[in-house]
């Protein structure tokens, strides 16, 4: 069983900065892509941002889009998405997820296509 366990959510002022960090463990794994997910209280939980693990690339969603940064380190199994100029709407819970196999945009950005799933971390952003 692959676990994903996220970290570094908080409280922030509106304009401050978090990083989350989604470290991932148990069996190996070919991951294809990580993603990270937000859900708000009565909304569906929607994507922010992935990586493709071979290679790098990235892909956000048009609400994070220049302020939300994405990354991983190979060896640590982790990802992190640093947060910048957050806004009240910001404020959610969010979600690391892992693919594993297929990396095309579509699927990306669907979250039905994530193989595990994390436990969330909460980022309230006050205004």
């Known amino acids: 069983q692959v676990r994903l366990i996220e970290s570094g959510g908080g409280l922030v002022q509106a304009g401050g900065s978090l990083r989350l960090s989604c470290a991932a463990s148990?069996?190996?794994?070919?991951?294809?892509?990580m993603g990270w997910f937000r859900q708000a209280p009565g909304k569906e939980r929607e994507f922010v941002a992935a990586?493709?693990?071979?290679?790098?690339?990235?892909l956000y969603a048009d609400s994070v889009k220049d302020r939300f940064t994405m990354s991983r380190d190979i060896a640590k199994n982790t990802v992190y998405l640093q947060m910048n100029s957050l806004k009240p709407e910001d404020t959610a819970g969010y979600f690391c997820?892992?693919?594993?196999?297929?990396?095309?945009?579509?699927?990306?950005?669907?979250?039905?296509?994530?193989?595990?799933w994390g436990q969330g971390t909460q980022v309230t952003v006050s205004s």
């Open positions: 997820a892992a693919k594993s196999m297929g990396t095309a945009t579509e699927l990306l950005l669907n979250r039905r296509n994530y193989d595990y």
């Open positions: 148990g069996r190996t794994f070919s991951y294809g892509a």
């Open positions: 990586i493709k693990w071979a290679g790098g690339s990235t």
